[in-house]
């Protein structure tokens, strides 16, 4: 999984929707954008200018929980590592067998 990547959500509460990676924390859990979000109290800080009051937050996501989106099969799908014959090294899509292009 790559930052910028489009994931589907698999399991949880958000489970079907769709995202962007926006962040990758520690190779264990994952920031997507519009998944996990939380309402936080916020306490106002008139010195840096924050006010306060009710905010949304995006929360990590175990990156277990998510897929890459394979937008020809409309689906999660799982993803596998080749090196071409020029030797670069690119990502395919196991069931289609086809290069991950972002």
Do not use: C, W
Not at 66 to 85: M, S, W
Request: aromatic content about 4%.
């Amino acid at each position: 999984m790559k930052q910028g990547d489009e994931v589907i959500v698999i399991v949880g509460k958000d489970k079907g929707k769709l995202g962007k990676v926006a962040k990758i924390l520690d190779n264990e859990k994952v920031l997507v954008d519009g998944i996990n979000v939380v309402k936080k109290h916020q306490r106002g800080n008139p010195n840096l200018g924050v006010s306060g009051g009710i905010v949304d937050k995006n929360l990590p996501v175990h990156i277990s929980n998510v897929a890459l989106y394979n937008p020809k099969t409309k689906k999660g799908d799982r993803v596998g590592f080749k090196v071409l014959d020029d030797g670069k090294k690119v990502r395919f899509f196991k069931s289609t067998n086809e290069n991950v292009e972002l």
